[in-house]
């Protein structure tokens, strides 16, 4: 048991890291095309067209959906700790053997159900037709459907070491 829940640690770590890093690389994309909006808006006097629509539609839900895992796993998630201060010994490890139950099968089905989407809309080839051309967001449909799965994981892992009796192992805040 021991060495599998190193492998699945690993796994949870990487994929948290993988979307993480994917959703920095998103909000930087997104602040370059708003950066050339504005350039292109103070010389030509007009927003480029498909520009407000790639930042809502595509870096947006990436920049949302992708770190998700990675504040699982950092412990940075919202939570309501007011009972869970209180609590102790059998009664704080049955809180969080719960808590995390609900996380996974929330993300889990969140998961599922946005894959149906994603499938979908790549299948279709889900676009915004503009004057000009169609501009492709299918691809913000994927962003949830990975952001969802590696918090689905890396909550997965949680549940097993709370089950196990095990501490939590959160990655550094960096990661």
């Given at each position: ?63 949302v ?14 939570e309501v ?59 913000g ?7 969802f ?27």
């Open positions: 048991m021991p060495r599998l829940m190193r492998i699945l640690d690993r796994v949870a770590a990487l994929a948290a890291a993988a979307t993480g890093a994917l959703g920095e690389l998103a909000v930087l994309a997104m602040f370059a095309h708003m950066a050339l909006d504005l350039i292109i808006r103070l010389i030509g006097g007009g927003t480029p067209e498909g520009m407000p629509e790639a930042v809502a539609r595509i870096y947006m839900v990436m920049a959906f992708l770190p998700l895992a990675g504040l699982q796993a950092t412990g940075r998630q919202i700790a007011v009972l869970a201060e209180r609590l102790g010994g059998r009664a704080l490890y049955l809180q969080r053997l719960a808590a995390a139950l609900v996380t996974v099968a929330v993300a889990g089905l969140f998961t599922w159900l946005s894959f149906d989407v994603a499938w979908v809309a790549t299948l279709r080839g889900e676009r915004v037709v503009l004057t000009g051309f169609s501009l492709p967001v299918w691809p449909r994927w962003a949830v459907v990975a952001g799965g590696a918090l689905a994981l890396v909550a997965l892992v949680q549940l097993i070491r709370t089950a196990a009796g095990r501490p939590p192992v959160e990655a550094p805040h960096g990661a």
